[in-house]
Nanobody, 124 residues
Framework: QVQLVESGGGLVQAGGSLRLSCAAS????????MYWFRQAPGKEREQVAG????????YYGVSVRGRFTISRDNAKNTVYLQMNSLTPEDTAVYYC?????????????????WGQGTQVTVSS
């Protein structure tokens, strides 16, 4: 099965940008729909973005549309999340996830494989 490792999180001021990376091993990500989810303290995990196996279908959560961009490089076995115009409400642990057969917009409960997460903190 695929193993996922996130990187790129950290502390940023409001209005700033971060780029998260998700490096996969064990399987080629070309077999998988790839996702970014996030979970803030006391809140349910929510989907940030999803991208189909060939990159042609993309989904964004309502709260991040127009600010975040998901992309994938199957040759590098890596998925990215470019986050711009960050606000304190974007503070959360961000998780990379994958599934063989789910739609680009999916509930976290139905997605099979997960990374450990990376903390993103946006200060006001």
């Amino acid at each position: 099965q695929v193993q996922l490792v996130e990187s790129g999180g950290g502390l940023v001021q409001a209005g700033g940008s971060l780029r998260l990376s998700c490096a996969a091993s064990g399987r080629t990500i070309s077999w998988y729909t790839m996702y970014w989810f996030r979970q803030a303290p006391g809140k349910e995990r929510e989907q940030v973005a999803g991208i189909s196996k060939n990159g042609e279908q993309i989904y964004y959560g309502v709260s991040v549309r127009g600010r975040f961009t998901i992309s994938r490089d199957n040759a590098k076995n890596t998925v990215y999340l470019q986050m711009n115009s960050l606000t304190p409400e974007d503070t959360a642990v961000y998780y990379c996830a994958s599934d063989v057969s789910r739609d680009v917009g999916s509930s976290w409960r139905s997605v099979a494989f997960w990374g450990q997460g990376t903390q993103v903190t946006v200060s006001s």
